[in-house]
């Protein structure tokens, strides 16, 4: 595994120690780090080793002058400065370091050549579509509590939000400034070395699911296009990716569907159980059904249907769906969506996925 080497500079020895031992636990597997709170002994490294990034506070600033063009530098500020540097990346130095160190991680991957593997697992990771032609059934919700099953049982899952106007708001929280819309534009700009940019971009939430946050101009995402969903998700459930992709989306009919569809493992249909929602399933299946014959698509042994908010006393019962039922997830009130989302996860069903 390629790993980054990262220089700390700074007087300050126990904020060195204290960032030092988060990155050494956090983030030890990806990167080899050295620190130094003496100048001269910083400088004479730097002329015999060769490292991505080197991150300095106040006094250091002069072994610039000992770096390779190649090598990322930036100047750690306490947050008042009397000087101005001119042509040198300035990061805030007292704020989260998960935040710092994914900053750290963003500028080095503008220079790093090499292509740069994350987290290694043992083959590729299976992609999961959660998706409904209906509204307000709860796809959102269970597709996050899929991912969160995933990882209670021991595996790295990430959750990916495509609609529109997708939002994780109350379901997951993370550390970082960045999300899908940075995604997409280094996808377009083909300058950086994506695989590190996203270590940059991911976030993960307190349930151990990682996730990238959706755009936050929901016309941002009308620009992602069908070979760079590919390209997205090769990387993420790739060899050195994740155990599952959850993807969350509308359904509709377009190219970016059959894409999806098409890289799907599983696809889950989410659906309530009445009359009305069933009518609207079974017309898109149909539409399902055509749309594989005419584009020679893989599509309906992925299907699975997923009935959220079932209720018992209901009465009605679906009929004549003929693709398999994943299961059923409870109609739960007065609670929040993370306790819904807690809940969901503990349910079984998504067991078949795993």
Aim: hydrophobic content about 40%.
């Amino acid at each position: 595994m390629t790993k980054l080497r990262f220089v700390l500079g700074d007087k300050d020895d126990r904020y060195l120690k204290r960032l030092s031992d988060y990155i050494s636990f956090r983030y030890g597997d990806r990167i080899e780090l050295y620190t130094f709170t003496e100048k001269q002994l910083l400088e004479s490294f730097l002329t015999e080793n060769k490292v991505n990034g080197v991150f300095v506070g106040k006094g250091f600033i002069e072994v610039k002058e000992h770096i390779t063009p190649a090598t990322c530098f930036a100047y750690l500020s306490e947050g008042i400065e009397t000087e101005s540097y001119e042509n040198i990346v300035i990061l805030v130095k007292y704020q989260s370091a998960d935040a710092l160190v994914k900053e750290m991680i963003a500028l080095c991957s503008e220079q790093v050549a090499e292509v740069y593997q994350g987290k290694n697992t043992d083959g590729r990771g299976k992609i999961i579509l959660f998706e409904s032609p209906l509204g307000g059934v709860g796809t959102t919700l269970s597709a996050a509590a899929c991912a969160c099953y995933f990882v209670r049982h021991g595996k790295k899952a990430l959750y990916l939000n495509l609609e529109q106007f997708g939002s994780v708001e109350g379901i997951f929280q993370g550390e970082g400034r960045f999300d899908l819309r940075n995604v997409i534009y280094d996808l377009k700009s083909r300058k950086v070395n994506l695989h590190l940019k996203l270590e940059s971009i991911i976030r993960e939430d307190d349930t151990g699911v990682c996730f990238i946050e959706p755009c936050s101009q929901p016309i941002d995402l009308q620009s992602f296009t069908e070979d760079e969903a590919r390209h997205l998700l090769k990387i993420l459930s790739g060899e050195d990716g994740y155990d599952a992709v959850i993807l969350d989306r509308n359904s509709h009919l377009d190219g970016m569907s059959h894409v999806l569809r098409e890289m799907a493992d599983e696809i889950v249909l989410v659906t309530a159980e009445n009359r009305i929602q069933n009518d609207k399933l079974q017309k898109f299946l149909h539409a399902i059904r055509l749309t594989e014959e005419k584009l020679q698509l893989e599509i309906w042994d992925k299907l699975q249907i997923l009935y959220s908010r079932y209720e018992e006393r209901s009465g009605f019962r679906t009929e004549k769906i003929p693709i398999p039922a994943l299961g059923r997830l409870p109609e739960i009130e007065g609670i929040t969506e993370k306790q819904m989302l807690e809940r969901f996860a503990a349910e079984d069903i998504f067991r078949k996925l795993l």
